[in-house]
C-alpha cells in the first residue's frame, strides 16, 4: 500500500494534456524560412562557452553569470552554488542524480510560487456587496477547482451514506478505494446560486445573479434548498470553512521548542568554517543529504531546524564538525557504493579527529556542552548512515554513551527536567536525545535505563512531563516512559524475579498502557487536503505504532510467551494496520520506525501480513532500506526469520495438538552474529 502525498496521483492526468497540445503546434510558418534564409551570417556565428561558471549551471546547460558568493540563477531557485569541481562532478551515476534531484528542487518552487499567486490573489480580490458561500477559487490551491469524479463512478464506496468516524476502531482500516484515498480531489462538487440586488432609497435598482463552485467531502443539503444568510451555522458549513483553513494553514518554525546549547535560532548561511576543498565537499553532502535523513520527524514539525539550529554548533566545535565530516564520508560511500583507501581514509581521519578530541576535553573536564553534542552525534547519526556489512573498524556505541552518562550528569540535566518546582519551557536538546537514545538502548542490551527514575518522575508528574521526544521522534513521551518500564521490568526478570510478580507486573504496565489511548484519534492518513503534510497525525500514528510495540515486547517477558499464540497474532496484525498510515518511499518515515519493525517482525510468523508488508515497504525504500538502522535490521529479521521457519519445519508435532512455536528473541540472534547494533 503506497501512502504517497496525495499531488503525485495527478501526475499522470496532466501528462496527456500536454503532449495534445505539443501535438498541435507543428506547422512552421514560412516568413519564419525567409527571415533563416535572409540572414545566412547569424546562422553559422559560433558563440564562445564560458569555462568559469559554476558547476550547477554546467550541470543544467544553463548560462551562468558567475556571480559571487552564489550566481542569480542558483539564488533565484535556492540552488548550491559550487564554483570549485564538486565531489559528484567525476561520477556520471552521481552527476544523473544530482541533476534529476535540481530538477524536483525546481519544479517544487514553480509549483510553490503558482501556489502562493494563486492563493494572494484570491484574497486580494474586493469584496462583493452581499455575502455567498466561499468558492473553491476564494481558498484553495489550482487541484481543488478541477471537477471531481462522478457519484455514479464505478467506485463501490457509498457517497450518500459516508461511514462515522467512531464506526472505525483504532485498528481498522477504512474500506475505501484505493483511488478515492489518494485523491486529491474531493467527492462533491457543488454550485451554488447566489443572488443580490442593490436599493437606494429602498427603490430596487441593480439585480444581480451568480454562480459559485466549490468542493466538499460533506453529503451537500438537497437540491434547491435554500441556504440561511451569512454567517453561516452548521456542521455542513463548519465542515466546509474548516477543509479550507486546513489547506491554508502551515507550522512555522518554533525556535523556543528546544534549549539547544550554542544559543538561538541562526541563519544557516551566517555559520563561516574555514575548511580544505576535500572537507567542503563533506560539509556540503552532510547538510544537503545527511541532516534530513537524521531528524525527519523534527523536520517535519519545525521546517530547517537542522541547518539553522544545529549547523552554528559546528563554528566553535571541532570534535563534533570532524564527527559530521566523518558521518558524512560514510554516508557517501554507502549512497554512492564507492570502495577505496580514499574514502576509507576520510572516514577514518576524522573519526580519528572526533574522539582525540573528545578525550582531550575529558582530561581538561571543561566544554562539557561540547563535549556532550559531539559523543552523541558519534552514536545517533552513526544510525542513519553506513551499511550492516562495513567493517570499518569503531568503538561500540555503549561506550560512547558511559561518556555521555557522565557529562548529563555534570551538567544536572536529570535533576533540571525533572524539578517540579521550575516546570520547563524548553526541552534542553540534548537530555531529549540521549533519552532517545537511553530507553531505545537499554532494549537492545537487556538491561534498566540509566535515567530510568527520571523518566519514572517525568511520567508521574501532572504539570511537568514532557521532554520533548514527541516533537524529536515522533512518540508520545509517556509511551516511551512505559517502554522504560519494560526494560526495567526485562531486566528484574533476568536477576530471577519469581513468574508470579512479574505476571503481576506485567498486567500493571498493560493498563497503564492502556491509558495513553484516551483521548487519542484513530490512525488516519497524515495530509491535508492540499497534499500537505499534517504532522500532528503523523505524530499520532507514530505514536500508536510505538504502543502496540511497546505491547508485544512487554507480552514477550511473559513466561511461555509463544509467536504463534493468538494475543501475538492479533497485536502483530493490529501493528500492520497501523503502519499502513505512515507515508512510505525514499521521502516517507519508514526509517525513523526501526525499532518498531524490528520488535513487531522478530515475532511474526510465516505467512503473516506483516512479512508481506515489510517486503513491500522495504521494495519501495530501494537503495535506502539497507543504510542505516533500517537496514540493519532488515538484515537481522530476515535472519531471525530463517532460524524462526527451520526450526517451526525440523520441530515435532503431536498428533493431538500443535506443538507451540519456540521464541527465538532478536537479541539472541544478535549475540551469534557478533552484532553490536544502537537499531533506533
Avoid at 486546513?246 to 546549547?261: K, Q, R
Avoid at 489511548?517 to 484513530?522: A, F, I, K, P
Wanted: glycine residues 6%.
Amino acid at each position: 500500500m503506497s501512502t504517497l502525498p496525495p499531488n503525485h496521483q495527478g501526475a499522470s492526468m496532466k501528462t496527456s494534456s500536454v503532449n495534445m497540445a505539443a501535438a498541435t503546434s507543428t506547422k512552421t510558418k514560412p516568413a519564419s524560412k525567409a527571415g533563416a534564409n535572409a540572414n545566412p551570417k547569424q546562422k553559422t556565428q559560433m558563440h564562445r562557452r564560458s569555462r568559469t561558471g559554476c558547476y550547477t549551471c554546467r550541470l543544467r546547460r544553463k548560462k551562468c553569470d558567475e556571480g559571487n558568493p552564489m550566481c542569480t540563477a542558483c539564488k533565484h531557485l535556492g540552488l548550491v552554488c559550487e564554483y570549485k569541481r564538486p565531489m559528484w562532478w567525476s561520477n556520471n551515476d552521481a552527476r544523473r542524480k544530482h541533476k534529476d534531484d535540481i530538477k524536483m528542487i525546481i519544479k517544487r518552487k514553480k509549483l510553490s510560487e503558482k501556489s502562493s499567486h494563486n492563493i494572494q490573489t484570491s484574497i486580494n480580490s474586493p469584496p462583493g456587496l452581499s455575502h455567498s458561500l466561499p468558492t473553491s477559487a476564494t481558498f484553495s490551491d489550482p487541484l481543488d477547482r478541477t471537477r471531481s469524479a462522478s457519484i455514479d463512478s464505478h467506485f463501490g464506496f457509498s457517497f450518500n451514506s459516508p461511514q462515522s468516524a467512531h464506526e472505525f476502531t483504532p485498528f481498522t482500516t477504512p474500506q475505501m478505494p484505493h483511488d478515492f484515498m489518494f485523491s486529491p480531489f474531493s467527492p462533491y462538487e457543488i454550485d451554488v446560486k447566489t443572488e443580490r440586488q442593490m436599493f437606494v432609497n429602498d427603490i430596487p435598482t441593480l439585480r444581480e445573479s451568480t454562480t459559485s463552485t466549490y468542493s466538499t467531502y460533506q453529503t451537500p443539503p438537497p437540491p434547491g434548498t435554500i441556504l440561511p444568510s451569512f454567517p453561516l451555522e452548521g456542521e455542513w458549513t463548519e465542515q466546509v470553512y474548516s477543509e479550507r483553513r486546513e489547506s491554508l494553514t502551515e507550522e512555522t518554525l518554533n525556535v523556543n521548542f528546544f534549549d539547544f546549547s550554542q544559543g538561538p535560532a541562526m541563519n544557516s548561511q551566517q555559520v563561516a568554517l574555514d575548511l580544505d576543498e576535500g572537507d567542503q565537499r563533506l560539509l556540503d553532502h552532510f547538510i544537503q543529504f545527511v541532516l534530513p535523513t537524521i531528524f525527519p520527524i523534527l523536520e517535519s514539525k519545525q521546517g530547517s531546524v537542522s541547518s539553522d539550529l544545529i549547523l552554528p554548533a559546528l563554528q566553535d566545535n571541532k570534535g563534533y564538525l570532524h564527527c559530521c565530516l566523518s558521518i558524512a564520508a560514510q554516508h557517501y560511500k554507502a549512497a554512492m557504493g564507492l570502495q577505496g583507501e580514499e574514502i576509507d581514509n576520510d572516514i577514518m581521519r576524522h573519526r580519528y579527529a572526533t574522539i582525540s578530541s573528545l578525550c582531550d576535553a575529558l582530561n581538561k573536564d571543561e566544554n562539557h556542552q561540547q563535549i556532550l553534542e559531539a559523543a552523541l552525534g558519534l552514536i545517533f547519526f552513526q544510525c542513519g548512515v553506513g551499511r550492516f556489512d562495513d567493517t570499518l573498524p569503531d568503538i561500540p556505541w555503549h561506550q560512547h554513551f558511559q561518556a555521555a552518562i557522565s557529562l548529563v550528569q555534570k551538567l544536572d540535566l536529570p535533576r533540571i527536567v525533572s524539578d517540579p518546582n521550575e516546570p520547563l519551557t524548553q526541552a534542553p536538546f540534548n537530555m531529549t536525545l540521549t533519552s532517545w537514545i537511553d530507553i531505545l538502548g537499554a532494549t537492545m542490551q537487556g538491561r534498566a535505563p540509566t535515567f530510568a527514575h527520571t523518566y519514572r518522575e517525568k511520567h508521574l508528574s501532572p504539570t511537568n512531563s514532557s521532554l520533548g521526544l514527541r516533537g524529536l521522534m515522533g512518540c508520545e513521551d509517556r509511551v516511551m516512559y512505559l517502554i522504560s518500564e519494560i526494560a526495567c521490568l526485562e531486566a528484574l526478570k533476568k536477576d530471577g524475579m519469581d513468574d508470579m510478580t512479574l505476571c503481576q507486573h506485567v498486567h500493571v504496565l498493560g493498563d497503564q498502557i492502556g491509558l495513553t489511548e484516551l483521548n487519542e484519534g484513530v490512525p488516519a492518513l497524515p495530509f491535508n487536503t492540499n497534499g500537505s503534510l499534517n504532522p500532528e497525525q503523523l505524530a499520532q500514528n507514530i505514536t500508536a505504532a510505538f504502543r502496540l510495540a511497546a505491547r508485544i515486547y512487554l507480552c514477550s517477558l511473559v513466561p511461555g510467551f509463544s509467536p504463534g499464540q493468538a494475543s501475538c497474532i492479533g497485536l502483530v496484525e493490529k501493528l500492520t494496520q497501523v503502519l499502513q498510515f505512515i507515508p512510505s518511499g525514499t521521502a516517507g518515515f519508514d526509517r525513523s520506525l526501526s525499532w518498531v519493525y524490528l520488535v513487531g517482525g522478530s515475532v511474526s510468523v510465516a505467512g503473516s501480513s506483516f512479512r508481506t508488508f515489510f517486503e513491500d515497504r522495504v521494495a519501495q525504500l530501494g537503495d535506502l532500506a539497507n543504510f542505516g538502522s533500517f537496514g540493519r535490521v532488515n538484515c537481522l529479521l530476515r535472519e531471525v526469520w530463517l532460524q524462526a521457519d527451520q526450526q517451526q519445519a525440523t520441530s515435532p508435532v503431536s498428533a493431538t495438538s500443535e506443538a507451540p512455536q519456540q521464541y527465538i528473541h532478536w537479541r539472541d540472534v544478535m549475540q551469534m552474529k557478533g552484532w553490536d547494533y544502537l537499531l533506533i
